[in-house]
């Protein structure tokens, strides 16, 4: 873990370098004033030399001037070492998140990352700064104070001694318990994301169900547990200054008593048990800093796991050591094909590993198996082949397995067992942008970016002309409310198509996806929020495009994929028939049964029963 985290320091090593050595210089200037104010106090002003005084003060001048250049170096220094180290590990961080497949991205959760992304590198960009500045600073400042303590007299170090030993003993057990609750606080951050990502990705059914109560008190309920955690963290942390303010005011009474004594002794100088006083106050402060750091260093701890964990994770779906790099045809083929939505395991350490495994043998011992547990698979015992340039619906209830057996065409999953065949070669052998770049995918759920519509359809194809996207937007019927908008192809796009109907997100994305000039095109229930004229116009318009493209028609309206080629019909995972629809009306009771609800009854697919 420290490894990964250190290489993304990168080409900030030179700055997290220099921090230390600008700071201890710094530390080394601070020190030796008090000394030097010292030999000015008994040799300039107790003995009456004003040319002591000048010369002492002089020096200290300089000595102060210095030591704040070297406090801007350092600070400058620390600055863009922490900050450009929180800037790699989020490059790295995402970079790494563009190779995840769905299942890793579900393993992690979308709230889970979006806190790794943002407090917990934010935690360690602090963490950072502080180890590269304070943590060198605080214990450098303790030995050289501790040293001309010992120069000055070292029979009051004895007092500052047992300083040491009294407010070392309390920080520790502050910080042992402060740090359990810091590692709580990260994992109720996760929660109150996901709260709040999930209220304003979907604000609009909040408020049409007039549910921002509810809402709300869900939010509160987390922020509530997280503030419960960090006033139990925070009320302990507070205790270090009333404990520091005691040793502190400890150690000057014994200071001002015994140096009184050796004063009038004639052992110690005023100047010396001036000097005795700054020192045991910077020792005292060194002390409560590193108490700080350790803090900070076990709050960030956890951080540093979670983010180790998304740069170290390796995609579940990789390229093969020689792919195939390009798609031959837009054939496809599922050979007995199952599978699962199982996250994929997580890769561990030979360390993890081998506990793992004498884990599993203990308790091998000790337990007898158990029976595995019946789960129904997504998608089952699939067979089917498709010729390239078909066009095949694909009917099938809520649930039924439609989106995921698509899913697995692309490689956005891979198949739990069985075989993908695309193009003659199993879909795994192939490299995945090749793979990818031959399949466009128009989902279920219309994903647009803020931007110009033009620049929304050219994520199909960077290079396409203004006259390629229109005519793609008129295969889409999405050509004539565009041009009715006040800009037409450049109108602005907010975030997400929120100035757009649904209907309107619908015929963008098929045009983009068109774009592509795929060799197999899925269309997963992308006319859904369309009316019946605009879906028949879109179902026209794509009989005569791309003609030799394969094009997957998803629907769960028999009116969507009656005119296709084939229809695959799909129940519970399984396949239940593919055929002509004229074929399925005679041999299929399923696809039968289908029909005669949306034809005879309300329409509604998921009337029949156990069609879902």
Not at 60 to 80: E, N, V, Y
Not at 154 to 182: C, D, G, K, P
Not at 444 to 470: D, H, K, P, V, Y
Request: one cysteine or more.
């Amino acid at each position: 873990m420290i490894s990964t985290l250190l290489h993304q320091v990168g080409r900030y090593k030179w700055a997290s370098v220099l921090t230390p050595v600008w700071t201890a210089t710094e530390v080394v200037l601070d020190v030796l004033i008090p000394y030097i104010t010292a030999s000015l106090i008994d040799k300039g002003l107790m003995a009456g030399n004003i040319q002591e005084v000048y010369r002492y003060g002089a020096l200290m001048l300089l000595m102060a001037f210095l030591s704040l250049a070297f406090g801007i170096l350092a600070g400058r220094s620390s600055a863009l070492a922490s900050t450009g180290f929180a800037a790699n590990l989020r490059r790295a961080m995402y970079r790494n998140i563009q190779t995840f497949s769905f299942a890793d991205i579900d393993r992690f959760s979308t709230s889970g990352l979006v806190t790794r992304m943002t407090s917990d590198v934010t935690s360690l960009q602090n963490a950072y700064g502080q180890i590269l500045r304070v943590s060198v600073r605080a214990p450098f400042r303790l030995i050289l104070s501790i040293f001309m303590c010992l120069v000055i007299d070292a029979r009051l170090s004895i007092i500052f001694i047992l300083a040491m030993i009294i407010l070392s003993t309390s920080l520790y057990q502050i910080i042992s318990r402060v740090a359990r609750l810091f590692k709580q606080v990260f994992k109720q951050y996760d929660a109150l994301n996901e709260s709040v990502q999930e209220n304003v990705a979907a604000i609009r059914v909040v408020k049409a169900f007039v549910r921002e109560g509810h809402e709300t008190s869900k939010f509160s309920r987390a922020a509530e547990r997280l503030y419960n955690l960090y006033v139990r963290a925070e009320s302990l942390m507070a205790l270090n200054h009333p404990i520091m303010n005691m040793v502190v005011y400890g150690c000057i009474i014994a200071l001002s008593w015994y140096g009184a004594h050796f004063i009038v002794g004639g052992t110690l100088t005023t100047g010396e048990l001036t000097s005795l006083f700054t020192y045991v106050m910077s020792i005292l402060q060194s002390l409560m800093m590193l108490s700080m750091i350790f803090v900070m260093l076990t709050q960030s701890a956890a951080s540093a796991e979670r983010v180790a964990e998304v740069i170290e994770a390796k995609a579940s779906i990789t390229n093969p050591d020689e792919p195939v790099t390009e798609v031959h045809d837009g054939s496809i083929e599922f050979q007995n094909v199952r599978f699962d939505y199982t996250a994929p395991p997580q890769a561990l350490s030979p360390e993890q590993a081998e506990k793992k495994a004498r884990n599993k043998a203990a308790m091998a011992t000790l337990l007898s198996p158990a029976p595995p547990k019946h789960k129904r698979s997504a998608l089952f015992n699939i067979n089917f082949a498709i010729r390239s340039g078909e066009t095949i619906g694909v009917l099938g209830g809520t649930g039924s397995g439609k989106s995921s057996l698509v899913s697995l065409i692309n490689r956005l999953y891979d198949v739990t067992s069985g075989s993908v065949i695309v193009g003659g070669h199993d879909v795994r052998e192939y490299d995945i942008d090749a793979l990818r770049s031959t399949v466009a995918v128009v989902l279920q759920q219309n994903t647009l970016f803020s931007g110009t519509i033009l620049e929304n359809l050219r994520w199909g194809r960077a290079e396409a002309t203004e006259e390629e996207c229109r005519e793609a937007c008129r295969i889409a019927a999405a050509d004539e409310f565009i041009m009715q908008m006040p800009d037409g192809y450049n109108s602005r796009v907010e975030q997400g198509g929120t100035n757009l109907s649904g209907g309107q997100k619908q015929r963008l994305c098929i045009a983009r996806a068109l774009l592509k000039q795929p060799k197999i095109l899925i269309l997963d229930d992308s006319t859904s929020a369309c009316d019946t004229a605009t879906d028949a116009a879109i179902r026209q318009g794509l009989k005569s495009a791309l003609p030799g493209t394969t094009k997957l028609i998803i629907g769960q309206r028999i009116l969507s994929v009656r005119d296709c080629d084939r229809i695959l019909v799909l129940e519970n995972g399984q396949l239940t028939g593919f055929d002509t629809h004229e074929r399925l009306l005679e041999t299929n009771d399923v696809y039968r049964e289908i029909y005669d609800i949306q034809t005879s009854g309300t329409g509604d697919f998921d009337e029949k029963g156990g069609a879902a």
